[in-house]
T-cell receptor, first 115, second 112 residues
Framework: NAGVMQNPRHLVRRRGQEARLRCSPMKGHSHVYWYRQLPEEGLKFMVYLQKENIIDESGMPKERFSAEFPKEGPSILRIQQVVRGDSAAYFC?????????????FGSGTQLSVL | GENVEQHPSTLSVQEGDSAVIKCTYSDSASNYFPWYKQELGKRPQLIIDIRSNVGEKKDQRIAVTLNKTAKHFSLHITETQPEDSAVYFCAARTGNTGKLIFGQGTTLQVKP
């Protein structure tokens, strides 16, 4: 069972461009979470999704950021018109349905650098 | 709102000593408290967790204690080894949507 897969591992964008970060959850997992981590800081919650449904987006900036988890395919975190302050590591995590759904399994992250 | 505070931010111990990291949470409806270890440049990995219906859980050299009344929980690592050096994060699962809120992290250095 492959773990949570994120790509790309590193993404470089110029200010004003769009960044698309992909996350494929573990097989059988139906819940996806996105977190942002700045250097030497904690994991900041952004959004929690189930298939075709946003459960909690209380950590998402109101503008430029969006997330989806379609019926088929990976979850996508999209950042439009990136700015230098968006530079960070973005981690995706997934969890299974049911009682074990409390346990989050993390991907290796995407390091976004905005020039 | 939902918040998790973690202390200390850095901790340095000699190999073989014990290390204790403490967290407090604000959401009284939280019922699940995991601890993650993150090595430099790697993904966070779950090392131990505890549910609100128990007060203590052990797994070899690591243990977690929970005081629901005081809303705090702690990670204890005994007989520390250099490979325990990493950043440790506590987290609490919120009562409403079930997302995990993380503490700020503790950088543990174990000196040989």
């Amino acid at each position: 069972n492959a773990g949570v897969m994120q790509n790309p591992r590193h993404l470089v964008r110029r200010r004003g461009q769009e960044a698309r970060l992909r996350c494929s959850p573990m097989k059988g997992h139906s819940h996806v979470y996105w977190y942002r981590q700045l250097p030497e800081e904690g994991l900041k919650f952004m959004v929690y999704l189930q298939k075709e449904n946003i459960i909690d987006e209380s950590g998402m900036p109101k503008e430029r950021f969006s997330a989806e988890f379609p019926k088929e395919g990976p979850s996508i975190l999209r950042i439009q018109q990136v700015v230098r302050g968006d530079s960070a590591a973005y981690f995706c995590a997934s969890s299974p349905p049911g009682r074990e759904g409390e346990k989050l399994f993390f991907g290796s992250g995407t390091q976004l650098s905005v020039l | 709102g939902e918040n998790v505070e973690q202390h200390p931010s850095t901790l340095s111990v000699q190999e073989g000593d014990s290390a204790v990291i403490k967290c407090t949470y604000s959401d009284s409806a939280s019922n699940y408290f995991p601890w993650y270890k993150q090595e430099l440049g790697k993904r966070p990995q779950l090392i131990i967790d505890i549910r609100s219906n128990v007060g203590e859980k052990k797994d070899q050299r690591i243990a977690v204690t929970l005081n629901k009344t005081a809303k705090h929980f702690s990670l204890h690592i005994t007989e520390t080894q250099p490979e325990d050096s990493a950043v440790y994060f506590c987290a609490a699962r919120t009562g409403n949507t079930g997302k995990l809120i993380f503490g700020q992290g503790t950088t543990l250095q174990v000196k040989p």
